[in-house]
């Protein structure tokens, strides 16, 4: 998170009184402001087909507050930023109605022509939206203001879609304006795995593969489906999680150190490590879904027993991935990814195991040294970071005890951590592009796995509770169950 916003802009959030914007937007914009983050003459434009006014969305508004937890002082002033535009099905004026509602909202109170969309919309209307607000010149920056559009994943369905995604957004804006957001980038750890690397010496002269044996990044969720089932079975875990959200992670593991810390200079070097992964074979994927199962005492259904989930469904809730990354750095060590639902519990883990030392001077003695120094980056629940190493068992005879040398942000830092989309929408504010992802990223990302969804291997059952399909135990590295809780 940056510095404070300096300027007024218009914040427009196309589905406005949707579940996104009342369960995350409205609850970070409110923190923001309440933090004295925005400038006092930020206003939010809340746009719905919903027949609502400014005190009705506001009244909308203060209910999502109130169920996020947010309560204070701070509200009223909050709710007063806000006001409202409705958008009436098949009204082909909508688009000239809006310009002219925020030019006299900045008019009246003296606010720049500086504006924000984010489309908090399905896929399906992302195209027209667009189109919408180029036909009447609301994707101009100028010397009157500037012009962001964000954009919420999916950033399509496989390498075509893409493509034409793509291209679509960029008939009416510059790859400057666009802010395809992935609220996995706003989170803290995400962030500070960046100065984790390169403030501290000893970590990045360790960071490559004369040093480091493996890495495994595993994104567990111990909930199914649930009402999402329709979404989820058009899309599985490979386009849910592994396309977006994993493979960042993997790309800010894995790049090169940055000429800068600054927007374009990150997004080169993760877009270099995208090139360079080697094409996935089926052999090194493991596809799995839930069966019936036991998840703290409590008995659940399969995935196929699932409202809204068809009886010959084919969709994977779980993948595990091998995955090699043909670079100077990386040559020879095996990246493994795991995601899954109904994990048994939920976690985002990145885990770096270290080469182990050249002699095994301690097994001479008796003492075991079969578990390799790793490193765990903790992104939920408890964010943090440990350092599992060797210690001498005090007493005789000689033992050696795995331990965890940690740090996690709750109890160092004592406040609430900041919400991802607080962050990130800051960000757009200030028009800081560091978190966000690049056009090209999301094609090669796609590019990655299009082979996988041309030709996806068999799917293989798991209970719910464990760690998904046993076939999927030789994609893992060793030892797991010291870091990610035991095995199910």
């Known amino acids: ?16 009184t949707g579940d996104l914007s009342r369960r995350k937007l409205l609850p970070a914009l409110y923190r923001s402001h309440a933090a004295g983050l925005i400038d006092p003459r930020v206003r939010i434009l809340g746009v719905s087909r919903q027949d609502l006014n400014d005190e009705s969305f506001r009244a909308l508004a203060a209910e999502s507050l109130s169920a996020a937890g947010i309560e204070g002082d701070a509200v009223p002033a909050f709710l007063a930023r806000l006001h409202y535009f409705a958008t009436p099905s098949g009204n082909p004026d909508n688009f000239t109605r809006l310009k002219e509602t925020l030019l006299e909202l900045g008019r009246s109170r003296n606010i720049p022509e500086n504006y924000c969309f984010y489309l908090s919309l399905p896929p399906r209307v992302f195209g027209p939206t667009i189109a919408g607000l180029g036909s009447v010149g609301l994707n101009v920056s100028n010397e009157k203001g500037w012009t962001r559009v964000i954009v919420e994943k999916p950033f399509g369905t496989d390498l075509d879609t893409a493509r034409k995604l793509n291209a679509t957004i960029h008939e009416h804006f510059t790859e400057e304006q666009i802010y395809r957001i992935d609220h996995y980038l706003g989170k803290e750890t995400v962030q500070n795995l960046l100065v984790f690397r390169l403030a501290n010496a000893f970590i990045e002269s360790s960071w490559n593969r004369e040093r480091v044996e493996s890495v495994q990044i595993t994104v567990g969720e111990s909930l199914g489906v649930g009402s999402r089932a329709g979404y989820y079975d058009q899309s599985g875990a490979l386009r849910d999680m592994l396309q977006n959200h994993i493979t960042q992670l993997i790309a800010l593991v894995a790049m090169e150190v940055p000429t800068s810390f600054s927007a374009d200079a990150i997004r080169y070097e993760k877009l270099k490590v995208l090139r360079s992964i080697r094409p996935i074979e089926s052999s090194d994927v493991i596809r799995g879904r839930y069966t019936a199962g036991t998840i703290d005492g409590e008995k659940v259904k399969g995935y196929l027993e699932e409202d809204g989930v068809p009886a010959d469904s084919e969709t994977e809730t779980f993948l595990a991935v091998k995955m090699g990354i043909d670079s100077w750095r990386w040559q020879g060590v095996p990246f493994y990814i795991r995601t899954g639902k109904r994990m048994p519990v939920k976690t985002s883990q990145i885990a770096v195991r270290f080469r182990g030392a050249p002699v095994r001077y301690f097994e001479r003695l008796g003492c075991s040294q079969d578990i390799a120094d790793v490193l765990t980056i903790t992104l939920q ?7 599992h190493f060797d210690i001498k068992v005090p007493g005789n005879p000689l033992r050696l005890e795995k331990v965890p040398l940690r740090f996690f942000y709750g109890d160092h830092f004592h406040g609430v951590m900041p919400d991802a989309y607080q962050t990130l929408l800051l960000d757009v504010l200030e028009g800081d592009q560091t978190l966000f992802v690049h056009g090209d990223e999301v094609e090669e990302s796609w590019r990655v796995y299009q082979r996988l969804l041309d030709a996806p291997p068999p799917v293989h059952d798991y209970a719910a509770g464990t760690w998904g399909p046993q076939a999927a135990d030789a994609l893992a590295i060793p030892e797991t169950e010291l870091w990610q809780g035991t095995r199910g």
Do not use: L, Q, R, W
Request: charged fraction near 15%.
């Open 1 to 16: 998170m940056g510095k404070a916003s300096s300027e007024g802009s218009i914040f427009t959030i196309f589905g406005a």
């Open 381 to 387: 629940p408890n964010e943090g970071f440990a350092f």
